[in-house]
């Protein structure tokens, strides 16, 4: 099934050649120039990703991904943020506000249509059926869903990615260049920074039912998941 891609972009040459640009890879596109167009493009069939100007007329990116991650319908669509905003604390702000991940505008085809396949990559769902239940917090691979203590935590792809991996896994160390390789894919632009904000974010989510405990940082190693704290 082709993937649906709202492109959230008020400058109209860019928003033209994004649309253009998916649509050649074998997307299909759809436009939105304001946020009030963006908000009223979930009403219908929803887009698998989202490409998302910083700057809007009527309210702004982030205010989107907020909206979006409200509710529970749209709150796993993945965002790509595209800003003209290049410094560091920018881009940490997007990722840690929901944002998955992060093009600093001007940026070539090329990069756009390599990150878009990536995300793609990571949301489509794992072969993998096989429930695994840990100390009360279970993963669902077949509907994608986390239980903690009977309760449904909701969270994002790349959140979901990292904790299935996680879980999978338990015990073992994975250093930001592993974890990127096997969580993100290989050939992909992404900081080793991003990393880090992921599993904060992934944290914040288990933390209600002590379940952040288990994702323990190993000073000077890495990352792991595991039951011994």
Wanted: contains cysteine.
């Amino acid at each position: 099934m082709t993937k649906r891609i709202l492109v959230v972009e008020d400058e109209v040459a860019i928003r033209e050649m994004l649309c253009l640009l998916l649509q050649q890879n074998g997307y299909q596109p759809l436009a939105a120039e304001n946020y009030g167009n963006a908000v009223a493009s979930l009403t219908g069939l929803l887009p698998d990703l989202v490409l998302l100007d910083w700057m809007l007329p009527g309210g702004s990116g982030i205010q989107f991904i907020q909206h979006i991650r409200r509710e529970m319908l749209t709150r796993s669509i993945p965002v790509i943020m595209l800003t003209a905003r290049g410094e560091e604390e920018d881009r940490v702000c997007g990722l840690e506000l929901g944002a998955d991940d992060y093009i600093t505008k001007p940026f070539s085809p090329k990069e756009v249509v390599a990150r878009v396949r990536a995300m793609i990559r990571r949301i489509v769902p794992t072969t993998t059926k096989e429930i695994i239940e840990i100390q009360g917090l279970i993963l669902d691979p077949s509907s994608h869903r986390v239980i903690a203590n009977e309760q449904v935590l909701a969270m994002g792809p790349t959140e979901f990615k990292l904790l299935h991996f996680f879980m999978a896994r338990p015990e073992r160390v994975y250093n930001r260049e592993q974890l990127l390789n096997y969580v993100w894919g290989t050939n992909v632009y992404v900081e080793d920074r991003t990393v880090d904000v992921h599993i904060r974010r992934l944290r914040k989510v288990l933390e209600k039912n002590g379940h952040d405990k288990m994702i323990q940082t190993v000073r000077g190693a890495g990352y792991r998941f595991s039951t011994c704290y």
